[in-house]
């Protein structure tokens, strides 16, 4: 599976898990790390939207989407998503 095709895959998942009904919009950069399994290992706001529940949320989803689809070999093992709120 190509390196683009697996990042569809995982913005597809982590998509799957936003609630729907989410009070805060906007859109968060979550960087997280993630081992051979797909099992997120670690989550933090890369880029800070300055609304606090709204960065935690978005971090909270990536823990939640854990595991993510098991990546190819030899992709790097972190990675930076924009979470959308907005939609």
């Known amino acids: 599976m190509s390196p683009a095709r ?4 995982v913005f597809a998942h982590l998509n799957r ?3 729907r009904n989410a009070r805060n919009r906007g859109v968060v950069q979550v960087q997280f790390s993630f081992n051979a399994g797909g ?4 989550g933090q706001t890369a880029q800070f939207v300055g ?3 709204l960065d935690e949320a978005a ?3 990536v823990r939640r ?5 098991a990546p190819p ?13 907005k939609r």
């Open 59 to 61: 971090v909270s989803l």
């Open 39 to 42: 099992d997120v290992v670690v």
């Open 6 to 9: 697996w990042q569809s895959r």
């Open 51 to 53: 609304r606090p529940a």
């Open 17 to 19: 898990h936003k609630p």
């Open 73 to 85: 070999p030899a992709l790097p093992t972190s990675i930076v998503v924009p979470i959308d709120f």
């Open 65 to 69: 989407s854990s595991p993510i689809p």
